[in-house]
């Protein structure tokens, strides 16, 4: 992240510009350890929309209601990938000219949120489309829509409750029945530069299709506890369905349980031992590596995590 900020008081109840590469507004979790409830990520925040580049602005119309409206470069993107192209060695229906745009998903986007919180600070609905634009695939143009909501249930218990969907068209399939990935025709193919860690393509229900849309839908909910003023139990049950494929690489849906611990031993050391469940529904999805040469494909179901970390706040 780099950005700067500023405030201007003088716009309703305080108007916040933010400017620069930032984390992407919605979601429970973010990648800072001391951000987090728990040590491990849920597959909810590990696959969608991570950072966006441009400017925010964030309105508060009074104590209770909150607007947020926002221009950026996309998705995991900076400005300067905007209308980069590269050459096309296989122009085909999807990729049809002799270039192709480096990142179809660097382009102009917009982000749009609304937040209501109670007079008591118990509630707050959290409600946001991020990184929208045209919907075509892209590296992680993800059209991220969605809502969050956080509630106090009384002085020893919280939740957080999160749901999205996310969408990309014009995917390409994996069945690859025009040869179009096989022949280096879409940007993110090895003889373009991209190695390493490109994005996934579609598991189409029809085989002969060249492209389809890539879906996801995904929920899931942190339940809080504390029980002495330095200790605090995190349950985490979570649902994500991945329609296609694209974000996990396995056509599935997941299930997961996380429990945690978070003890401090001062203001400033906190520890967070935790045991998380995966479970793959549909196909096996763990074990596997598709980064490898060659791919590793998955073979197992499910997953069980036994992890901690210690944090010293400083």
């Known amino acids: 992240m780099v950005y700067g900020e500023l405030y201007l008081p003088q716009f309703g109840a305080g108007l916040l510009l933010r400017l620069g590469r930032f984390i992407s507004i919605p979601d429970i979790e973010a990648q800072l350890a001391p951000n987090n409830y728990m040590y491990s990520h849920s597959l909810t925040y590990a696959f969608d929309n991570f950072t966006n580049t441009g400017l925010i602005s964030t309105l508060a119309l009074n104590k209770n209601w909150f607007l947020q409206v926002?221009?950026?470069a996309g998705t995991e993107t900076l400005p300067w990938r905007i209308g980069q192209t590269v050459p096309?060695?296989?122009?085909?229906?999807?990729?049809?000219?002799?270039?192709?745009?480096?990142?179809?998903?660097?382009q102009p986007s917009v982000s749009a949120g609304v937040r209501w919180q109670s007079d008591s600070g118990w509630d707050s609905v959290y409600v946001v489309a991020n990184g929208i634009n045209n919907r075509t695939w892209g590296y992680?143009?993800?059209?991220?829509?969605?809502?969050t909501w956080y509630h106090r249930i009384n002085p020893a218990w919280h939740f957080s409750w999160e749901a999205y969907s996310l969408e990309q068209k014009n995917v390409l399939n994996v069945t690859?029945?025009?040869?179009?990935?096989?022949?280096?025709?879409?940007?993110?193919?090895?003889?373009?530069?991209?190695?390493f860690n490109a994005p996934f393509f579609a598991q189409?229900?029809?085989?002969?299709?060249?492209?389809?849309?890539?879906?996801?839908?995904?929920?899931?909910?942190y339940l809080n506890y504390q029980f002495t003023p330095l200790d605090n139990i995190s349950f985490r049950p979570e649902f994500y369905d991945d329609m296609q494929g694209q974000r996990t690489g396995t056509k599935t849906r997941y299930v997961t349980l996380g429990l945690g611990w978070q003890h401090w031993f001062s203001p400033q050391v906190e520890l967070r031992p935790e045991v998380t469940y995966y479970r793959s529904l549909d196909a096996p999805a763990f074990n596997g590596n598709f980064n490898a040469t060659p791919v590793i494909p998955p073979n197992k179901k499910d997953a069980l995590i036994v992890a901690a970390d210690l944090i010293w706040h400083f």
């Open 204 to 221: 189409c229900a029809n085989p002969r299709q060249l492209a389809c849309t890539a879906e996801v839908f995904a929920t899931v909910m």
């Open 176 to 195: 690859d029945p025009a040869g179009i990935i096989a022949n280096g025709g879409f940007p993110f193919t090895p003889a373009n530069g991209v190695n």
């Open 88 to 106: 096309n060695p296989f122009p085909n229906p999807i990729f049809p000219g002799p270039t192709m745009l480096r990142d179809p998903g660097a």
């Open 70 to 72: 926002g221009l950026t």
């Open 140 to 147: 992680n143009n993800l059209q991220w829509t969605g809502l």
